[in-house]
């Protein structure tokens, strides 16, 4: 799906363009599972001592060879400087992407470039122990140069919650950080299960996820943000193996989902779009625009990493309110609606 | 000898206008919702008679709102294509040219992405925020309609190569600026305006927009129309025309703006859709000849007629999702063209 | 009316007898036209045409003469109005050709010069009625009249069997007459043609100008023709221009501008002129230029 070559497609010739992002709309590019051997050819990094050297499997499963300790690390991967963060270990990662902005101590590490096309000289410069890569931000040809170089690269690809926890937790051992590794995953464990209890006997909330508007992109149903949503005691009313499925508006009219999610960490911006959407009589068919039915939520549900644990909270949050009131001890809510002053989410 | 007359002309474009009624019918039809076309023409006849409110039933607000008015924008988008597309042949005399050849739809993307980018930070009105991206959009392409215009003059008129060289080199410009914007951004950002750019019909407008677009159709088709006898003598050579009487300069600039502004109101709403311009200029020409009094209003109805098929096989091939109309055409388009090709050098 | 010669251009001089021919015939008159051509303004120009006079009259064929590059395509060019002269006018029954719309000029005058290619396929007959466009309004469908008029073109240059044809399909020969029909279509007082035996084999120049003199005489077109071929012009032209250089050298019948020494400066090879059997002149090329 992210292949190298995407953004060289949208050139010149108009005509090219339109055929080529059909094929890649139709037929997403498979990353080769046994695309690169392990990077044997790997340089003496410094003069004197011995370097050891750990074999491991990553989540494509290449075998990497990856020097012990691990005391320099590149991230090429917003997701991936998240998770470092994460484990604690941001004194070690000495570059990371320009759009890797949180935390935001992040922003001030060394930059190498964009997710897709990092500078080589710029990683190879900062002379890493092992540069993070990702299946679905990164590139084969990326990969494929860093073999050349002799640095070597640890591949994840977490497809769903579980995934990411568990990735989480591989990153900690492969980096030599295991503990930390085993805290952070047993904390975001525990919340999942907390929310489970919470709302996991509620019936789910039928949403359409809204990442573009013009014209309408939604998520497939093997996104890990479908298996986030789910998690949020939501279910995606879109039902596509295509990964980012531009949906025709009638399906969506006809299955009036019930809740309008958007991911944007500043809901102002998406307060005004709704607002633009309100006046558009083809929109107006959606009962969610009408109602204003809405929930924004933080851009961390785009991103597999732990952060997204606390999106799917506030969403779950939103979506079944009721569920996240303290109940006082006599009490108990009758059958109001309840109203959220943040999102209005009506029952 | 059997020259055009205007009994004839008026069955073959009835003819044409018969069968993109019937491809409008079965596009209706096509869905993701059941229509029953018979319950809807009825409920149709009860408005219009009886100037009643809106229809009540489910698949009627579907229809009426979301199918009908894209069934109209293709139509729209289509017959502009064609028609700019058949002036550029003529124009550059040039059976390879097509209405993205002179850099306008370039223009107009740019515009388009500048628009997005820029909107978050203005506090405007809600229904003119949602005017901003076709806007931008047709400002984009006049900006590059006059650039070019003025890069392809010579001693003072517009040259035909000039023109050509003038508007490619612009439309890789313009190309290079839109390749920096979007690898700028990122995330689902991008995503979105790749999706835009490849030819969509699924933008839904305000209602105004629509009156602004079926008016430029008629303003820059009728124009082109004036010029009709012009082109059919143009296409005999440049030095032949001007001997038999055709004002050079003034059809070269008639047919110049009217079908860069047709291209560039078609690309604002829908994004560059391709192959429309290029093969329906020549899918006529095999059936009904150069002339251009005919050829002109049936590309019109032949490019209405093959957007609308191809944005509704776009719309029932993969549900729930959709493949964008420009990604159709490309796919229906490229093997016609090899196939046109061949069968000129056969 | 004046019996003297009256000098008119540089070294030319008008024969008295035609001088002496009635005015009111005249519909084409070359006044002291010259033309400069400079690819930009702070160059010398390249070309020059210098003031170069003639007149024609109805039912007559002028002949423009001279060797290659010698700017006998530019006068036509300034004839037909294309081409706006440096100094003196271009009158055709009166009117500056140069000033008249597009559409008034190809209502009177009909150029026939080498063909583009066609873009597109085209029939002979659609091709004629081109030839009908300046009579018509700006968005129109071809009348009776202009059927009638098309067709009767072709068959005035024997073409009308041609008339189904692709253009594509059709010799040098038959293509050029279908030209000639489109421009008899125009139903012009003035007839240009440039070079127009370049491509035709001997049997189709003949054709051609014996084609031409016939519709000068019977439709009372003027007929200027441009050409290097001396002994069709002899044969054939009432009158002829003889230009080398951008200079007019002389204006008249052929008898009398087909002088030895003339030709042989002009055309810069030896040659012989004889009378023919016709009674106008004949030139031989010199083969062995030793016997002289």
């Given at each position: ?234 279910v995606s009313i879109i039902d596509s193996k295509q990964d980012w499925p531009q949906v025709n508006l009638e399906e969506v009219a006809h299955l ?92 | ?243 038999l009487g055709v004002d050079l300069p003034r059809v070269r600039l008639v047919v110049y703006i009217a079908a860069s502004l047709l291209t560039g ?82 | ?72 395509s530019t006068l036509l060019k300034l004839i037909a109005g294309t081409l706006e002269p440096l100094s003196g006018k271009v009158l055709l029954s ?199």
């Amino acid at each position: 799906m992210h292949h190298t070559k995407r953004f060289g497609l949208i050139n010149i010739a108009g005509m090219l363009l339109p055929l080529l992002q059909a094929v890649i709309a139709t037929a997403p590019v498979i990353w080769a599972q046994t695309a690169s051997t392990a990077s044997t050819t790997s340089s003496v990094q410094n003069g004197a001592p011995a370097q050891t050297f750990r074999e491991v499997v990553d989540e494509t499963g290449r075998t990497v060879r990856i020097p012990q300790p691990v005391t320099r690390i590149v991230s090429l991967a917003p997701s991936l400087t998240e998770t470092i963060y994460a484990l604690g270990l941001q004194d070690r990662l000495v570059g990371d992407t320009d759009y890797c902005d949180y935390p935001p101590e992040a922003q001030k590490k060394q930059k190498v470039g964009g997710a897709i096309n990092p500078s080589l000289e710029v990683i190879a410069h900062l002379r890493p122990d092992v540069v993070l890569v990702t299946r679905h931000l990164n590139t084969l040809d990326t990969v494929h140069s860093l073999d050349a170089l002799g640095i070597p690269s640890y591949a994840t690809d977490p497809r769903n919650v579980d995934e990411i926890v568990a990735s989480a937790k591989r990153l900690g051992d492969v980096l030599g950080a295991s503990e930390a590794g085993a805290a952070l995953t047993e904390e975001l464990q525990r919340r999942l299960d907390v929310l489970r209890q919470k709302i996991g006997a509620l019936p789910p909330r039928r949403v359409l996820f809204v990442v573009w508007t013009d014209p309408l992109i939604s998520i497939g149903k093997d996104t890990f943000i479908a298996d986030a949503l789910r998690r949020a005691g939501a279910v995606s009313i879109i039902d596509s193996k295509q990964d980012w499925p531009q949906v025709n508006l009638e399906e969506v009219a006809h299955l009036q989902p019930e809740v309008l999610v958007f991911a944007d960490s500043h809901g102002e911006t998406t307060a005004q779009h709704l607002d633009v959407l309100a006046t558009r009589p083809a929109w107006r068919i959606l009962n969610a625009v009408r109602d204003r039915n809405f929930a924004v939520i933080s851009e961390a549900v785009n991103r597999p990493a732990p952060r997204i644990v606390t999106a799917i909270e506030e969403l779950a949050e939103k979506l079944h309110p009721e569920a996240f009131v303290e109940k006082p001890a006599a009490d108990k809510l009758s059958g109001n609606t309840v109203l959220d002053a943040k999102c209005l989410c009506a029952r | 000898m059997r020259p055009l007359t205007i009994q004839r002309l008026f069955l073959q474009c009835a003819a044409l206008a018969g069968i993109l009624f019937v491809v409008v019918i079965i596009a209706l039809k096509a869905g993701a919702v059941e229509v029953s076309l018979f319950a809807l023409g009825r409920d149709l006849i009860r408005v219009i008679v009886h100037h009643g409110s809106e229809i009540k039933s489910d698949y009627g607000l579907i229809v009426m709102n979301i199918r009908l008015p894209r069934i109209l924008l293709g139509i729209f988008v289509g017959a502009s294509l064609a028609v700019a597309g058949t002036g550029f042949q003529a124009l550059l005399r040039n059976p390879l040219a097509d209405p993205y050849v002179l850099g306008v739809s370039n223009g107009a993307a740019l515009g388009a992405i500048l628009a997005l980018l820029v909107s978050p930070h203005l506090a405007l009105l809600p229904a003119v925020a949602d005017l901003l991206t076709p806007l931008g959009a047709f400002l984009g392409a006049t900006a590059t309609i006059a650039a070019v215009y003025f890069l392809g003059r010579r001693e003072g008129q517009i040259d035909s190569t000039t023109l050509l060289l003038g508007g490619v080199i612009t439309g890789s410009f313009l190309a290079a600026i839109i390749m920096f914007l979007m690898t700028s951004e990122s995330g689902s950002n991008l995503r979105g305006m790749a999706y835009w750019l490849m030819g969509n019909l699924s933008t839904s407008l305000q209602p105004s927009v629509y009156w602004i677009l079926w008016l430029g159709f008629l303003l820059g088709a009728g124009a082109i129309y004036t010029t009709a006898s012009d082109l059919n003598l143009l296409l005999s050579g440049e030095k032949e025309a001007m001997h038999l009487g055709v004002d050079l300069p003034r059809v070269r600039l008639v047919v110049y703006i009217a079908a860069s502004l047709l291209t560039g109101l078609a690309v604002s709403v829908s994004g560059s859709i391709g192959y429309v311009g290029l093969l329906v200029p020549h899918v006529m020409r095999q059936i009904f000849g150069s002339d251009h009094r005919v050829l002109l209003p049936t590309a019109a109805f032949g490019g209405a007629i093959a957007v609308v098929i191809a944005d509704t096989i776009g719309r029932i091939v993969v549900p729930p999702a959709e493949l964008p109309v420009g990604a159709m055409t490309a796919l229906a388009g490229a093997p016609l063209f090899i196939y046109l090709l061949r069968r000129r050098m056969a | 009316m004046s019996t003297v010669a009256r000098p008119t251009a540089m070294g030319a001089l008008r024969s008295p007898g035609e001088a002496s021919r009635a005015n009111n015939d005249v519909r084409l008159s070359v006044e002291q036209v010259s033309y400069a051509y400079s690819p930009n303004p702070t160059q010398a120009p390249l070309f020059t045409l210098e003031a170069t006079s003639f007149q024609a009259r109805a039912g007559e064929i002028v002949a423009i003469l001279g060797p290659n590059a010698s700017g006998k395509s530019t006068l036509l060019k300034l004839i037909a109005g294309t081409l706006e002269p440096l100094s003196g006018k271009v009158l055709l029954s009166g009117f500056p050709t140069h000033s008249l719309t597009a559409r008034t000029r190809a209502q009177r005058i009909a150029m026939v010069q080498q063909e583009s290619q066609l873009l597109f396929p085209a029939r002979a007959w659609e091709f004629v009625l081109q030839g009908r466009h300046p009579h018509g309004r700006a968005l129109r469908f071809e009348s009776a009249t202009d059927i009638a008029v098309a067709r009767n073109a072709l068959a005035q240059v024997g073409a009308a069997q041609l008339s189904d044809r692709w253009m594509a399909e059709l010799s040098g020969g038959e293509k050029q007459r279908v030209i000639l029909a489109r421009a008899l279509a125009q139903q012009p007082l003035l007839l240009l043609l440039d070079e127009p035996t370049l491509h035709l084999d001997i049997a189709a120049q003949v054709d051609l100008l014996h084609g031409l003199r016939h519709l000068a005489v019977e439709n009372r077109y003027t007929v200027i023709v441009v050409t290097h071929e001396l002994n069709l012009a002899g044969e054939y032209a009432n009158q002829v221009v003889l230009i080398q250089r951008g200079k007019c050298l002389r204006v008249g019948p052929p008898g009398v501008v087909y002088q030895r020494e003339l030709l042989e400066q002009v055309f810069q090879t030896p040659l012989s002129v004889e009378l023919g059997p016709s009674g106008r002149p004949r030139v031989n090329v010199v083969a062995d230029r030793e016997s002289r």
